[in-house]
């Protein structure tokens, strides 16, 4: 369990770069449009392929440092077996949500890197590593579910096997 959350650890931080790649890449842009007046074709379309990326290798990562949104009226305000029991009954929803993802886009990926598919544009670069970041990234995040489910099952039975002060306990507040 702890090493699938310091792998989503270890992506999440390596995969969080890439802001700044985006940011270098979009300055770039706007620096040859407006002071040059001469666009690129390439910045938007290699911004937008990298957000991508960004976006989906990143949520083993939030999910292993309880950051993702929570709708939360009444969960807060259970005890933590309470807590437990519903986030076990509702990871239902989580699993088949991300396991369909998983399926498709692992079908999506492998007939895009069979045709190594291009994005058909004026610079037409190979979008096929995007696609394949999906099921890659959902992979990360289906194991990072089932660490805390694994997690949820023993606070809500009480095992001995596992005390909640051996994780981090919840997000960072903003």
């Excluded at 449009?33 to 976006?55: C, D, H, K």
């Excluded at 289906?142 to 009480?158: R, Y």
Aim: with cysteine; glycine share 6%; hydrophobic share 50%.
């Amino acid at each position: 369990m702890r090493g699938v959350s310091r792998l989503n650890d270890v992506v999440g931080r390596w995969i969080a770069l890439l802001v700044f790649a985006m940011f270098a890449f979009l300055l770039l842009e706007v620096g040859f449009r407006y002071l040059f007046n001469s666009p690129t074709v390439w910045t938007n379309e290699l911004t937008q392929m990298l957000f991508g990326i960004y976006a989906v290798m990143s949520g083993g990562y939030i999910m292993a440092h309880r950051g993702h949104v929570n709708v939360d009226l009444r969960h807060s305000h259970l005890a933590p077996r309470k807590r437990a029991v519903l986030d076990i009954v509702t990871s239902t929803v989580f699993f088949i949500f991300t396991l369909a993802l998983l399926w498709f886009g692992i079908d999506m990926a492998r007939e895009s890197m069979s045709s190594w598919e291009t994005s058909y544009s004026a610079w037409n670069p190979p979008i096929w590593p995007v696609k394949l970041a999906i099921p890659v990234g959902t992979a990360l995040l289906v194991l990072q579910g089932l660490v805390k489910l694994l997690e949820d099952i023993a606070v809500a039975f009480n095992l001995d096997c596992y005390t909640p002060e051996d994780t981090d306990s919840e997000g960072e507040q903003l």
